[in-house]
């Protein structure tokens, strides 16, 4: 691993690394077997960038109005010392009338560094954990080593300390409609938290304590509640997001295994020979990509090119198990290629499908 | 100065009435009324003038409907609100004109922040002024107050009888973000510890329902009283969204006895603190940090909690 960084420097070229936060951690998980996608992550190259220069940027990024929206929710909720939330976690919690203490970590006096914001969390937390002092952390700066090289997460999250246990608070503006909110929002915003729960239970550990103990697993989403606006907290688990993820982040630490199997000479440079680099590192695309990852229309079309079966989508990809592209695929349906042994059950399903479909459109005529 | 007869071009006129809003503004920091008086009248000249120049006479008639309508500016408006820095303030648009007899900005935030009686976010002091004052005070005119009200005080400390300033936080003295006080408040009142987020809003809840015991009640009143109502521990009593003063008043007192006394020490340590620390524009604005200091992360107020 210590080999690692001077070969990402190198791979990323000239440009200054990009910063990882919560949003592209957390999108790590989402494709864990991309090797393009780890590896430009690993070395921190500008996604964006890269796209742009071949061609393939993204048109548009997050919703102007998505992300006005969340602001306004998220004011509303902390607003007045955070009386919609203190109110929330009295109800929900048990959160003693006492407990109203509100630290914003937001900025030092009006010293806005990461250094001496995250100075200053550490310290908090440290008094916290030792005093049980403090309910709630707003805008902590936490930190997380990625590669081999320390991420800050900027976070719309508020940490809150209960009985010397620390808990994680999202805000999120999508609503929670008779106890239902959308999975696939709820899902990305599980994983958002789990990234920092394992920061702060990292920064826990540093500091000495037990941290399983000290980081509670459950994490709160304060969301609208059916069609108003006003906030409700709900309990999310999200142990298995935490699992996903310390499992990525040990594997993103083997990328030079990756890394190693790359020729010498390769940079992702925005230069003439990008195009190329690019295409050396294999990529697992499948349509999901599209909502996480820059590189998504550049993969989409190399896929499309290529006839990948997973631009069809993953559950396709995984029933053809073996089967990569979709001309072989067709071929097998159709009996003009004749399946190897391993891939003979792919094929017998594949030419049942043809003829179930043969059947059907005759039906028809 | 009346318009010369050579009939001086629009820029003239302009760099004549930034040199005389500063006459009058430098008139009124050493308390030379009498100057303030006479600049003004100049002032008055050269921006009527102005007006002629750039708007000819076709605008005449436009100009005319608009003051009948929004009524001439108050005449104390200029040098109250005028941006008091050392750049020269844009000639006001003519249409811009504020309508007769309303109080300066300012003036409107001092009023609600009395009512209020502790540090409050522009959107409280905006809903607290819609409420019980007359007009309306949008909460986005006050963004850029606090950084005029610094200038102004430290290109003439103490010329107004009270600036709009910040409150400090406990630990650092630094002006707390999006909170704005009165100067004229005791320097404990105008700490923000780690409590005073919550002592503060139960203050402002006890005395704006104080205050709406004495007035007919109102939708906007009690669209306010109900904001605090909803987050304070048993002042809820009555149906969802009515709100009976006198709990409302019970409940916040209530629970601001729990956390009174630690608040109450916490800001009285810190304000010793900035007493023998910071000079009057560091009390009133608060303390500005230089890198090096706050990278050691130590403050002197972190370990007296």
């Not at chain 1, 994680?168 to 696939?184: L, M, T």
């Not at chain 1, 000290?214 to 709900?234: D, G, I, Q, Y």
């Not at chain 1, 590192?281 to 909502?291: D, G, Q, T, W």
């Not at chain 2, 502790?118 to 007009?135: H, M, N, T």
């Amino acid at each position: 691993m210590s080999m690692t960084a001077p070969d990402l420097d190198r791979l990323r070229g000239v440009a200054a690394p990009r910063n990882h936060d919560a949003r592209t951690i957390a999108a790590l998980t989402a494709n864990p077997g991309c090797a393009r996608r780890g590896v430009m992550d690993a070395a921190g190259v500008d996604k964006d960038a890269v796209a742009r220069h071949l061609g393939f940027g993204v048109p548009f990024g997050q919703s102007q109005f998505a992300i006005t929206r969340g602001n306004t929710f998220e004011a509303q909720v902390k607003a007045d010392g955070c009386a919609e939330l203190l109110t929330l976690l009295r109800d929900r919690l048990g959160l003693e009338v006492p407990e109203v203490a509100y630290d914003d970590l937001g900025a030092v006096g009006d010293n806005e560094g990461r250094e001496v914001r995250h100075a200053r969390t550490r310290k908090l937390v440290q008094r916290a954990l030792e005093t049980g002092e403090g309910t709630l952390f707003d805008h902590p700066l936490l930190r997380l080593d990625i590669a081999g090289r320390p991420a800050y997460l900027e976070p719309d999250v508020i940490a809150f300390q209960l009985g010397g246990r620390f808990h994680i608070v999202e805000i999120k503006s999508f609503a929670v409609i008779d106890g239902q909110a959308e999975a696939d929002q709820v899902a990305a915003a599980a994983r958002q938290s789990a990234v920092y729960v394992l920061a702060l239970r990292r920064l826990v550990a540093e500091l000495g304590h037990d941290p399983v103990e000290k980081v509670a697993h459950e994490v709160f989403l304060v969301c609208p509640e059916n069609f108003s606006n006003r906030p409700t907290a709900t309990p999310v688990d999200i142990r298995p997001q935490l699992a996903v993820l310390e499992r990525q982040l040990a594997r993103l630490t083997r990328v030079d295994t990756i890394v190693a199997q790359l020729p010498e000479e390769i940079t992702f440079d925005l230069g003439e020979a990008l195009e190329e680099a690019v295409r050396t590192v294999e990529a697992r695309y499948a349509p999901e990509c599209m909502s996480s990852c820059e590189m998504a229309f550049f993969c989409r079309a190399e896929a499309r090119a290529c006839g990948a079966t997973g631009a069809l989508g993953r559950s396709v990809r995984d029933d053809l198990g073996g089967v990569d592209s979709v001309e072989t695929a067709l071929a097998l349906a159709e009996g003009v290629l004749e399946p190897s042994e391993d891939l003979a059950e792919t094929a017998e399903q594949l030419r049942l499908a043809a003829r179930l479909r043969r059947e059907a459109l005759a039906g028809v005529a | 100065m009346p318009s010369s007869p050579g009939a001086p071009s629009p820029e003239e006129l302009e760099a004549r009435i930034a040199e005389l809003r500063t006459a009058v503004r430098r008139a009124m920091a050493a308390g030379d009324r009498q100057a303030a008086r006479a600049h003004r009248a100049e002032l008055r000249a050269a921006e009527g003038a102005w007006d002629e120049a750039v708007l000819g006479d076709t605008a005449l008639g436009d100009t005319a409907l608009g003051d009948t309508a929004l009524g001439e500016p108050a005449p104390d408006e200029t040098a109250d609100d005028a941006p008091s820095g050392e750049r020269p303030a844009p000639p006001p648009p003519p249409r811009a004109a504020v309508p007769r007899g309303l109080v300066p900005v300012r003036e409107r935030v001092h009023q609600a922040l009395t009512l209020i009686g502790a540090p409050a976010a522009p959107k409280l002091i905006a809903s607290v002024y819609a409420a019980f004052l007359p007009g309306q005070l949008p909460a986005a005119r006050l963004t850029s107050l606090r950084r005029d009200e610094e200038r102004s005080f430290r290109s003439a400390p103490y010329a107004r009888p009270y600036y709009l300033c910040a409150a400090l936080t406990a630990d650092l003295l630094a002006p707390a973000r999006g909170l704005l006080t009165v100067s004229t408040w005791p320097l404990e009142q105008r700490i923000s510890g780690p409590l005073s987020a919550r002592t503060d809003f139960l203050t402002a809840a006890i005395r704006i329902a104080e205050h709406a015991e004495r007035r007919p009640d109102s939708p906007d009143v009690q669209r306010l009283l109900w904001r605090f109502a909803a987050n304070i521990p048993g002042a809820a009593t009555g149906a969802v969204g009515t709100v009976e003063p006198g709990a409302l008043i019970a409940a916040a007192r209530a629970e601001l006895d729990v956390h009174a006394e630690t608040d109450r020490r916490q800001r009285r340590r810190a304000a010793d603190r900035a007493r023998a620390q910071l000079d009057d524009a560091g009390r009133l604005f608060g303390a500005r940090l230089r890198a090096m200091r706050s990278a050691t992360g130590t403050t002197d107020g972190e370990d007296d909690r």
